[in-house]
């Protein structure tokens, strides 16, 4: 059975930075589409970053995050990561990896100002 498992998250002050990891197992192959999407209480998941291969240019961010949020991955380990720079406080919220038609269980990450 595929399972995502999401890594990484953590509280920072602003301006600060994360690198949150995604790990697929149970028979799965790289590179894969994915994607990553955070959520705050009372909303729905919003769509923050997503990639339909390996190419590096196919990836796809949300105007909030280009330039702060780059995606990449190692194939080898099955493994994709978000790295965040230039963290704001409207970055908080609970971060889900999704592929396979999957979600992994989220990881926290918190932003004080």
């Known amino acids: 059975q595929i399972q995502l498992v999401e890594s990484g998250g953590g509280m920072v002050q602003a301006g600060g930075s994360l690198r949150l990891s995604c790990v697929a197992s149970?028979?799965?192959?790289?590179?894969?589409?994915m994607a990553w999407y955070r959520q705050t209480p009372g909303t729905q998941r919003q769509l923050i970053v997503s990639?339909?291969?390996?190419?590096?240019?196919?990836?796809s961010y949300v105007a909030s995050v280009k330039g702060r949020f780059t995606l990449s991955r190692d194939n080898a380990k099955n493994t994709v990561y978000l790295q965040m720079n230039n963290l704001k406080p409207e970055d908080t919220g609970v971060y889900y990896c999704?592929?396979?038609?999957?979600w992994g269980p989220g990881t926290q990450v918190t932003v004080s100002s």
């Open positions: 990639t339909a291969d390996i190419d590096e240019y196919n990836i």
């Open positions: 149970g028979g799965v192959t790289s590179p894969y589409a």
């Open positions: 999704r592929a396979f038609g999957r």
